[in-house]
């Protein structure tokens, strides 16, 4: 776990690009123009020691506490707490004298700020990994259960706010007298937000379903470096708040799964989407990407990189 430095930190899960190889192969298209097929996942979707947690002060924890947790009850607290308590462990790590003696220590001093919220974000991924193995063969059924459940909101509202573009949006749009504390509390305030965005879902989860979108044309499904994106959001400026809110999930070339309020779609929880349909999505993963899109088809690709030219 912390035997070792982590430097190439991905905020695209290499498990869900999976589903998009073709020969072992996946499609990329980089700032759409430059298309390419890449064997290493490790190559795509990540940026060296992007997750390098900073040493946090107790006025830094008060000040992402009073930002997000004001209103949360006593539990739910407690449940912060601990998650509080892995990043204070950076500070008191650094400050804490070693004779040299002892690897495991070592170890720790060495790489602790480096590989900490890689590991969260691994350990999320370990929760998320049934659910999408479930929905890749189009079952739903585990957001009946509150353990699942649990874990599916957990894992998509991550993979929704762990990118660059959310981390690079967060450090360029914040203005005034906090800017700095903020951008040196990003990963604390994503693990944080992302935490309590899905802790609000779980409690309204029975206002909220999953529909599953079934590709049927000769089009797949593209996804991008911003793989969850909220399609409702329709606002221009970053800076402004939306108030509607509706997730779309590109799962494969094949199936994509909407996270929704049940009025949306009536009472539809499966949907076949024609050539128009996957388009009309693909161009908003297109839009919504950062730096690199992902497919199965290098030519389908190549056609979006042609059309952006126009």
């Excluded at 720790?108 to 350990?123: D, G």
């Excluded at 979108?213 to 593209?222: E, G, H, L, R």
């Excluded at 949907?271 to 290098?298: A, K």
Aim: glycine share 2%; net charge negative.
């Amino acid at each position: 776990m912390f035997d070792q430095k982590k430097k190439k930190q991905h905020y695209v899960w290499r498990r869900y690009l999976k589903s998009w190889l073709v020969d072992n192969k996946l499609a990329c298209m980089r700032n759409k123009q430059y298309v390419f097929s890449t064997r290493d996942l490790m190559n795509v979707g990540q940026k060296s020691y992007f997750y390098k947690v900073n040493s946090l002060t107790e006025q830094d924890f008060s000040f992402v506490r009073d930002l997000f947790l004001s209103d949360v009850g006593e539990s739910t607290n407690a449940i912060f707490d601990r998650l509080f308590s892995l990043f204070r462990q950076v500070e008191q790590l650094e400050s804490f004298q070693s004779d040299g003696s002892h690897a495991g220590i070592e170890n720790l001093k060495k790489h602790y700020a480096t590989n900490l919220e890689e590991e969260i974000q691994s350990e999320i991924e370990s929760q998320g990994d049934p659910c999408l193995a479930q929905q890749l063969v189009e079952d739903t059924s585990f957001f009946e259960n509150d353990k699942s459940a649990a874990h599916f909101l957990n894992y998509i509202c991550m993979q929704y706010l762990r990118t660059k573009k959310q981390h690079d949006a967060l450090v360029s749009c914040v203005t005034g007298e906090n800017r700095d504390q903020i951008i040196k509390c990003a990963n604390l305030i994503r693990v944080v937000f992302s935490s309590k965005l899905a802790a609000n879902l779980y409690a309204n989860r029975a206002d909220y379903k999953l529909v599953v979108a079934k590709n049927t044309s000769d089009v797949p499904f593209i996804t991008c470096d911003q793989p969850v994106i909220n399609y409702l959001d329709t606002k221009r400026d970053q800076s402004e708040q939306t108030e509607n809110f509706g997730l779309y999930y590109p799962l494969s070339p094949n199936l994509a799964v909407f996270l929704v309020e049940n009025k949306i779609f009536g009472s539809v929880t499966e949907m076949s989407f024609d050539q128009s349909s996957v388009e009309e999505f693909n161009q908003i993963i297109l839009n919504s990407s950062y730096e690199q899109v992902y497919s199965s088809s290098e030519k389908q690709l190549r056609d979006l990189a042609s059309q952006a030219e126009i």
